[in-house]
């Protein structure tokens, strides 16, 4: 790191209608250097990163990039300054090829008018190679994984000659394997001169890959540390300002009659290929079965069955009792289940309603919300206002729209609506997906209670520490199928982590050994 900073923030304070976003923060990054910010969701972070990129205008302070002032009121000013963010949501158009996403904005013409794609996919493939990103210029953006999407943000910005790169929760919707190997890209990207913020909730991430770490916490720098000087607790109590318990407690589980049961389900996928391929398992009431596996293997497709999202090729889903295969939504919710989905903007919410609507979406047809015909507005703001403070939902107002609250926020909401409800059967896929260490602490302890109140969980999860944590069992998923099924407390993560990628229980264990049908 040299000693002149390429990057300084002096005095950045953000004001909204009723909120203090940011509150005179300095922050410094030097060449060469991984920089994280870290801090609760709705603590700042993403707003002064969206001041730093130009999508915000500071009410006050100044921004120096290489010792000059410079005045940042577009991205176009900030791609200019050499600054480029991978934000949380790509940035993306799916029906555009790799190479007409990453000129979009840029776009050369030659002569007769037509633009220069060739020369485009040149220097795409030229800083693929450089950077290891291995992407085809050729390829439909909506036919790549996430993983590889992520890629093209990263090119987009080094097409443009980005110096400085803002990574936004750049894990949250990675596998495993796909954040090592951002990681390893980082790593050339910081060799090759380039410098990264790096906003993250994940705290072994942050001491492992960064240099220095500063925290925010209600608009305010906190404080600054290095990762040899801090640990995951230290870490957690400086975002949110109290001890943090990182571990799960949890009794033994008291396990109840059947609530789910999955019989030779089968999906098939748009390629006509099996999803899901013929999978059966039981749930009981009192119990958290934890579904680990790579992201790609099936589980999307298998919550989507049994949620009533998703068509059901073959077998059946029985839920209390009923049938549910192939009936809608409505239906299964209305039997007392309740579903925190992966993708919370696409079917968690909707983005342009209030936060008073969305804390009602799954029940608003019915009392107490509404009587007859006619919805009771008083009862669904004194809901919203009671589950606002109980779920500390960081917003200014229960009439602010949901799709201007941080990620992190957006899944408290849909936490809250759903948790609050008389269920007897909840899915919870990625439950704490782009959140705090302080929300993760409180959803998983709402996790626990409700499977000790009696409820049957079903949950699915990327992060196989919480998996580990929380299940009772685990069915291990690997290309469609349910390849194993361990007691919780009888396996190493190590154990399962080798089941995820492909390793037989047989293999592993020896026949019929820690393997539970």
Known sequence: MSEKPVLELKGI????????????????????????????????????????YGLYQPTEGEIFVNGEKVQIDSPSDSIAAG??????????IPVFTVTENVMLGEEEVSAGGFLKRREAAKKITELSNRFGLDVDPNA?????????????????????????????????????????????????LIDQGK??????????????????ITVIRRGKVIGSTVPAEADPAKLAEMMVG????????????????VVLSVKDLL?????????????????????????????????TELVEAITGMGKVDGGTITLLGQPVQNKPPRFITELGSAHIPEDRQRDGVVADFPIVDN???????MEPFSKGVIMQEDVMRENATKLVEQFDVRTPTIDTSVGSLSGGNQQKVIVAREFTRDIKFLVAAQPTRGIDVGSIEYIHGQIVEKRDAGVAVLLVSTELDEVMQLSDRIAVMFDG????????????????????????????????ETQND
Do not use: C, W
């Open 13 to 52: 304070t953000k004001r909204f209608p009723g909120v203090l976003a940011n509150d005179h923060i300095d922050l410094t990054l030097g060449k060469g250097e991984v920089h994280a910010l870290l801090g609760e969701n709705g603590a700042g972070k993403s707003t002064l990163m969206n001041i730093l």
């Open 83 to 92: 600054i480029g963010m991978v934000h949380q949501h790509f940035m993306l």
């Open 140 to 188: 439909l953006v909506g036919d790549l994984p996430v993983g590889v999407q992520q890629r093209v943000e990263i090119i987009k910005l080094l097409y443009r000659d980005a110096n400085i790169l803002i990574f936004d929760e750049p894990t949250a919707v990675l596998t495993p394997q796909e954040a090592d190997s951002l990681f390893e890209i980082m790593q050339l």
């Open 195 to 212: 410098s990264i913020i790096f906003i993250t909730h994940k705290l072994r991430e942050v001491l492992d890959y960064a240099d220095r």
């Open 242 to 257: 109290r001890a943090v318990d990182l571990d799960v407690d949890r009794n033994p589980p008291q396990v109840g009659e």
């Open 267 to 299: 999906v098939v996928d748009d390629q006509e290929q099996a999803a899901v391929d013929h999978v059966s398992f039981e749930l009981h009431a009192g119990e958290i079965l934890g579904v680990a596996g790579i992201q790609g293997n099936g589980q």
């Open 359 to 365: 804390l009602a979406l799954q029940s608003y047809y």
């Open 481 to 512: 199928r349910v390849t194993a099924m361990v007691d919780a407390r009888q396996v190493t993560k190590e154990q399962v982590g080798l089941l995820m990628a492909g390793t037989t229980a047989e293999e592993l264990f020896g026949k019929g």
